[in-house]
């Protein structure tokens, strides 16, 4: 009996204790915003459980064209750190923002990031005139610093939570580099002549600066939004005389021209490319490290048979 009663007893104030322990870590908990999936990933791998995330554009929508609802300034006007890339890749948040108001710390992951200008439009619904090219992600290095920037940007608008987003953000860097050094294996399995692809739109830049690879896109061609029927077929002949078979469609654009290409070509389109979102959980690049491991052996793949 008395053994009985001392167990029950030691049962009520452990599950006491993880209660309280439980409603702490639930009130400790910071708000914060990211606006786009993929910068929602990498905010997680830093914030854990200490964070409660919300994301304003969600897998295979493209921020670039993101309309706020009413609901994301209400979201907004509660968190204490705001996560933004940066660059103009969200038009819309500056007024989103003041709208809100946001008065927490704002976080622009791309800080620091040596940039690549782009010198015309980015084909899907908006132009960068002479501006930097937002898309930053796409070189693993570029996705290293934003994680450091966002640790420190974590710690400052929560300074009881610095070391434990030090410590995950550094763990999370070691994978990093450790998939940067996979992506320049696999795409050193690829004859140097033969790194070329065709893609729908021109977000891959900073992937081919960092890692070797020609990309060439319909929309790249001038400062309209839709190419000139000249232009597709200046493609399409380059295509054709290059032998190019790497051709991809990304999850957030239409793929109808594309598709006029690989038809008008003879090439066949590949699997989908996660370029400015991630994909739902269930699908093929639900994580930046999955997206990245899912594009380059897509692209590598599509390029041997060039
Ligand atoms: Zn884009």
């Known amino acids: 009996m008395l053994y009985y009663n001392d167990m029950n007893r030691r049962f009520l104030l452990s599950s006491a204790l993880l ?53 994301d300034a209400r979201t907004v006007a509660d968190a204490q750190a705001l996560v933004s890339n940066g660059l103009g890749f969200e038009g819309w948040i500056d007024r989103l923002a003041k709208a809100a108001p946001f008065k927490g710390r704002a976080i622009v992951a791309s800080t620091g990031v040596p940039t690549i200008t782009a010198g015309h439009s980015h084909g899907h619904g908006h132009s960068h005139g002479q501006g930097p090219d937002p898309h930053c992600w796409q070189d693993v290095a570029a996705a290293r610093r ?69 990309f060439q ?12 029927a000249k232009d597709v077929a200046a493609l399409i002949r380059q295509v054709r005389e290059q032998k190019i078979k790497a051709l991809f469609v990304e999850n957030m654009t ?22 400015d979102a991630l994909s739902k959980p269930d699908g093929p690049a639900a994580t930046y490290e999955k997206m990245m491991r899912h594009n380059v052996t897509a692209l590598v793949q599509g390029m041997l048979k060039n």
């Open 19 to 71: 209660f309280a322990a439980g409603s702490a870590a639930a009130q400790a908990k910071t708000k914060v915003v990211a606006t786009f999936s993929i910068l929602a990933d990498l905010v997680e791998q830093v914030g854990g459980e200490r964070i409660e995330l919300a994301t304003l554009v969600g897998a295979d929508t493209d921020a670039h064209a993101y309309q706020p609802k009413p609901a």
């Open 146 to 214: 934003y994680v450091d920037t966002i640790a420190k940007g974590l710690a400052a608008a929560d300074p009881a939570g610095a070391a434990l987003y030090r410590d995950r953000a550094a763990a999370y860097d070691a994978r990093l580099a450790e998939l940067d050094g996979w992506v320049r294996s696999e795409i050193g399995k690829v004859p140097a002549s033969q790194r070329k692809a065709i893609t729908g739109h021109d977000s891959f830049r900073y992937f081919s600066k960092a890692y070797g690879v020609q």
């Open 217 to 228: 896109s319909p929309r790249g061609y001038n400062t309209s939004t839709e190419p000139s």
């Open 254 to 275: 239409n793929p109808g021209l594309v598709e006029q290409i690989a038809r008008e070509s003879g090439a066949v389109v590949g699997p989908r490319l996660y370029s």
